[in-house]
Antibody
Framework: QVQLVESGGGVVQPGRSLRLSCVASGFTFSDYGLHWVRQAPGKGLDWVAVMSFDGTHKYYADSVKGRFTISRDNSKNTLYLQMNGLRAEDTAVYYC?????????????WGQGSLVTVSS | EVVMTQSPATLSVSPGERATLSCRASQSVASQLAWYQQRPGQAPRLLIFAASTRATGIPARFSGSGSGTEFTLTISSLQSEDFAVYYCQQYNNWPPWTFGQGTKVEIK
C-alpha cells in the first residue's frame, strides 16, 4: 500500500540546518509531484514547498524562500527538504504529501510527519 | 494569494446528527477544492476533491458541494470516528497552495 515515511526531524538551534527525508513506497514515485506541508503545535496546515514529478518545477512559500530547498531522487524514491537558517517559527511537524499533478491536482496521500523543533 | 476562511471554528454536534462546515475563498477557485480530515495525533486524510468527489474508501455520509468561492462539507450522520478537525484547501491559484484554518467538530 502507499506509504510516505518522513525522517530527519529533531531539536536544532536557531540559525542551524536540518535535512528531512521522505521515503515512498507502494506506488510509482516518479509519476507524482510531492509537497511539504507543516503544522506548528496546535495550529493549522501551512504549505511549504512542492516539486513536480521530474524535478523540473519547484515552488516555495514566501516564508521559507531562500532558506529551504526541496529536491528529490527518483532512483531512491526519496524526497528531501534542506532547511537552512532555521527560526523558532519553523517549529512544526513536517509532512510530505503526494499529488498526481502539481499544476492541476489535489494532495491524495500524506506521510505521518517528522517533528522539527527549533530552540536554543 | 487566495485566503481560505472556514466557519465555524468549532462545531458541537451530537452523534447521529448532521454537521455542515463552510469554506470561503477570497477569489474564485473554480472547483479546485479539497477537504481533509485530521484526527488527533494523525496525519490529514483526503475526504473530498474537486469540491464534490469522494476519495476512495470515504463513506457516503461525507459530501461536498459548491464552486467558485463558496463550499460546504456535510456529514449526514456523525459517527464517533468523525469527531476531528476538517480543513479545506484550494489548488487552483498557486503558489501558494492555501488551507483554511480548520473547523473542529466536537461532541456535544
Amino acid at each position: 500500500q502507499v506509504q510516505l515515511v518522513e525522517s530527519g526531524g529533531g531539536v536544532v538551534q536557531p540559525g542551524r540546518s536540518l535535512r528531512l527525508s521522505c521515503v515512498a513506497s507502494g506506488f510509482t514515485f516518479s509519476d507524482y509531484g510531492l509537497h511539504w506541508v507543516r503544522q506548528a503545535p496546535g495550529k493549522g496546515l501551512d504549505w511549504v514547498a512542492v516539486m513536480s514529478f521530474d524535478g523540473t518545477h519547484k515552488y516555495y512559500a514566501d516564508s521559507v524562500k531562500g532558506r529551504f530547498t526541496i529536491s528529490r531522487d527518483n532512483s531512491k524514491n526519496t524526497l528531501y527538504l534542506q532547511m537552512n537558517g532555521l527560526r523558532a517559527e519553523d517549529t512544526a511537524v513536517y509532512y510530505c504529501a503526494r499529488t498526481l499533478s502539481v499544476t492541476t491536482s489535489h494532495i491524495d496521500w500524506w506521510g505521518q510527519g517528522s517533528l522539527v523543533t527549533v530552540s536554543s | 494569494e487566495v485566503v481560505m476562511t472556514q466557519s465555524p471554528a468549532t462545531l458541537s454536534v451530537s452523534p447521529g446528527e448532521r454537521a455542515t462546515l463552510s469554506c470561503r475563498a477570497s477569489q474564485s477557485v473554480a472547483s479546485q477544492l479539497a477537504w481533509y480530515q485530521q484526527r488527533p495525533g494523525q496525519a490529514p486524510r483526503l475526504l473530498i476533491f474537486a469540491a464534490s468527489t469522494r476519495a476512495t474508501g470515504i463513506p457516503a455520509r461525507f459530501s461536498g458541494s459548491g464552486s467558485g468561492t463558496e463550499f460546504t462539507l456535510t456529514i449526514s450522520s456523525l459517527q464517533s470516528e468523525d469527531f476531528a478537525v476538517y480543513y479545506c484547501q484550494q489548488y487552483n491559484n498557486w503558489p501558494p497552495w492555501t488551507f483554511g484554518q480548520g473547523t473542529k467538530v466536537e461532541i456535544k
